[in-house]
């Protein structure tokens, strides 16, 4: 396909060096996109690549989909600002439409414009529901790098420069119920997990696990708050994940793929721990603004309109025995759900993760040892086939 970038617009060299000059030096970038059309992205040199990163689960809608900026410009147009403490037709619709979509008894949002925004939002619910601070968390978890969610974050090289962190968390292994039901006690406030481990290397909780939490906590009066920032919104083939397990939590935080790459985050939870919060005790600027609560919109309606949660199970059946072909002499295995999957490695796999890049593929690590796969949900068979076809000939090339 041919692609037209406008000749004005850089090339990679100069956009790196003119971007390392200004960033916080925090990354060593060495390419530069500058448009995306469904699950393909160019570079400023305008060479293509298939996206199966979405910005980390976030582009759902893969890029420039026409329904997605349809909506954010006609929103642009009519209003952008429009803060929580005043109603707004859009943000109305949205999370009637974001509701709908979740477990009976779930039915209260806070709105807010990241995955971080919205764990802290649910550890002020829980601690004023329960009245207690104490969180038990799974050892590789991941909720985010602010000073509250990063309590709760496990990777110590995340932690370490910023002990000691404000929230007391006992950490305990993930898919150990005995370890789980010993650590839960009256002190608790809230048992916390993810459905998959995103961050932590592709983990899947085993359904019983899940249930077991659910069991656990209501035992000893604690909350239950599942982060969905990665695995939900139709990403492993149910619109949560939690939906494998049957689980309903008192809590559920929402992210990465809720606006297709528009910021935003979402705290959902029951009447009962809504209420617990005093009047203004909790807020944000921009959270539940116009313009995201439009692209939110656009996003449920379009997984609706095409059927985007069975396409993702498809899809991900496909990519999952793809990637099971490749199983041998380097790969160990393929861990997952739906469009989130991860290929194990037994050598770590920063070099591998470039090397596919270079192969026009872009994927991004999950812990040292895993590259994961988190595309567009609209990815199409052809172009499922076309990325273990380039895996296949990355690894090849490479051994
Ligand atoms: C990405 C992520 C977060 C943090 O979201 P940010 O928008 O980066 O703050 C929290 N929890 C999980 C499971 C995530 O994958």
Redesign the pocket.
């Known amino acids: 396909m041919p692609v037209d970038i406008a000749s004005d617009v850089p090339g990679n060299q100069t956009l790196l060096t003119r971007e390392a000059r200004h960033g916080p030096g925090l990354w060593q970038a060495d390419v530069a996109f500058v448009r995306g059309e469904g699950v393909r992205l160019w570079d400023a040199d305008g060479r293509e690549y298939l996206d199966c990163m979405a910005g980390?689960a976030v582009a759902s809608l893969g890029h420039a989909h026409p329904r997605l900026t349809a909506a954010l410009t006609a929103q642009a147009q009519r209003l952008i600002v429009c803060p929580q403490n005043l109603c707004n037709d859009v943000r109305v619709a949205f999370l009637e439409a974001l509701v709908a979509r979740m477990p009976v008894g779930l039915g209260r949002v806070f709105l807010c414009n990241?995955?971080?925004?919205a764990?802290e939002a649910a550890l002020k619910w829980a601690r004023v529901a329960t009245g207690r601070r104490r969180v038990v968390a799974a050892t590789r978890g991941?909720?985010?790098?602010?000073i509250g969610?990063l309590s709760l974050t496990w990777e110590p090289a995340y932690r370490a420069p910023f002990e000691p962190l404000p929230y007391p968390v006992d950490f305990v292994p993930f898919n150990d119920q005995a370890a789980l039901e010993a650590a839960v006690d009256d002190e608790t406030a809230v048992v916390w997990l993810?459905p998959i481990q995103?961050?932590g290397g592709v983990h899947v909780a085993d359904p019983g696990y899940l249930r077991h939490a659910r069991d656990v906590a209501d035992q000893h009066g604690a909350v239950l708050a599942i982060?969905e920032?990665?695995t939900g919104v139709a990403r492993t083939g149910r619109f949560l994940a939690l939906e494998h397990a049957g689980v309903v939590p008192d809590m559920v935080?929402l992210?990465?793929g809720l606006a297709g790459g528009v910021p935003i985050?979402a705290l959902v939870m029951t009447e009962e721990v809504a209420a617990a919060m005093p009047k203004g005790g909790h807020g944000t600027t921009f959270g539940g603004n116009p313009l995201a609560a439009a692209a939110g919109l656009a996003v449920l309606e379009e997984i609706e309109a095409s059927g985007l949660i069975e396409h993702a199970e498809r899809m991900g059946a496909r990519l999952r025995a793809g990637l099971e072909g490749l199983v041998g002499r380097r790969v160990r295995g393929v861990r997952g759900l739906g469009l989130m999957l991860g290929l194990v490695f037994d050598e770590p796999v920063a070099p591998i993760v470039e090397a596919l890049r270079e192969a026009g593929l872009l994927v991004v690590n999950a812990g040292s040892h895993v590259v994961r796969f988190v595309p567009p949900l609209v990815i199409g068979p052809a172009d499922v086939d076309e990325v273990i076809a380039r895996v296949e000939r990355a690894l090849t090339d490479a051994s």
């Open positions: 980390i990241s995955g971080a925004e764990n991941f909720a985010g790098r602010t969610a993810e995103g961050e982060d920032i990665q935080t992210a990465k985050g």
